[in-house]
């Protein structure tokens, strides 16, 4: 029903900064929200960063606040995620997901997921 594509990962050293983009195609019109989570090898899957496509509402988790910035292209269904000031603790698979739902902070919430990005944050 929907298709989400990241992109924009690769390598870049601690303090400087990427900008991911995920492309939603298909039903798009039934997204409530989308969200980026994260994966490192071995780790649970976290949120990182989620944003209504309407009305402004962004929520961060506590380990990006102030670095990270989602921000929303809603003509193009396109998502970003300008990550800033990275550590090596960044390093990971990012993820685009779509919810139906309001719960935009729960995992289980989201309905649509994308294949990943490779972040990697060199020392």
């Known amino acids: 029903q929907v298709q989400l594509v990241e992109s924009g990962g690769g390598l870049v050293q601690a303090g400087g900064s990427l900008r991911l983009s995920c492309a939603a195609s298909g039903r798009t019109f039934s997204v409530y929200a989308m969200g980026w989570f994260r994966q490192a090898p071995g780790k649970e899957r976290e949120f990182v960063a989620a944003?209504?496509?309407?009305?402004?509402?962004?929520w961060y988790a506590d380990s990006v606040k102030g670095r990270f910035t989602i921000s929303r292209d809603d003509a193009r269904n396109t998502v970003y995620l300008q990550m800033n000031s990275l550590k090596s603790e960044d390093t990971a698979v990012y993820y685009c997901a779509g919810t139906l739902h309001t719960m935009v902070v729960v995992t289980s919430s989201y309905d649509y997921w994308g294949q990943g990005t490779q972040v990697t944050v060199s020392s």
């Open positions: 944003s209504t496509w309407s009305g402004g509402s962004t």
